[in-house]
């Protein structure tokens, strides 16, 4: 499967999301992420995530292209997600195919959504404070919706 995102850094997240809630996006979650990202040699990642919400714990593994890029337009290759409970037996997984732990990132994720796209809004806490709006779908809708919230940078 193939991303098609647009992220980037902001230093308020406020405009963002009132841009969803008046052109009628879809509030979707929020919720406590602990993202733990494995590197391979291949150009890989891993992520384990563990997403909280409501006191319920959700975790996932997915892999993807490790295409780091200070370009605010990336594509790259991703997996699917899967659900897993055993921790244990993902890490034997990720240590069998050679995935080397890099580093964790906690974060509180915001997501919104409407007509094939999705928007990610990102306050980290660690490795450092910031905030990330991400934003990601069908490649004409998602360029069209950059186009109008590019100038509210």
């Known amino acids: 499967m193939k991303e098609h995102e647009y992220s980037f850094e ?3 997240l406020s405009p963002y999301i009132n841009y969803c809630e008046e052109n009628n996006y879809n ?3 929020r919720n406590k ?23 319920k714990v959700v975790k996932e593994l997915d892999f993807k292209e490790d295409k780091l890029s200070s370009n605010i337009l990336i594509e790259r290759k991703e997996s699917l997600a899967l659900s897993y409970t055993n921790d ?18 906690i974060r509180t994720r915001i997501v919104y959504k409407k007509d094939g796209v999705k928007f990610e809004f990102d306050i980290y806490e660690e490795p450092r404070q910031t905030c990330v709006v991400a934003l990601e779908g069908d490649e004409e809708k998602t360029d069209a919706v950059y186009n109008e919230i590019s100038k509210l940078c």
């Open 10 to 12: 902001v230093k308020d």
């Open 27 to 29: 509030f979707v979650s």
């Open 33 to 55: 992420q602990t993202r733990i990202i494995y590197r391979k040699e291949n150009k890989t990642m891993a992520r384990l995530t563990i997403n909280e919400s409501d006191g």
């Open 88 to 105: 244990e037996a993902v890490e034997s997984i990720l240590d069998f195919l050679d995935y080397k732990k890099d580093n964790t990132l």
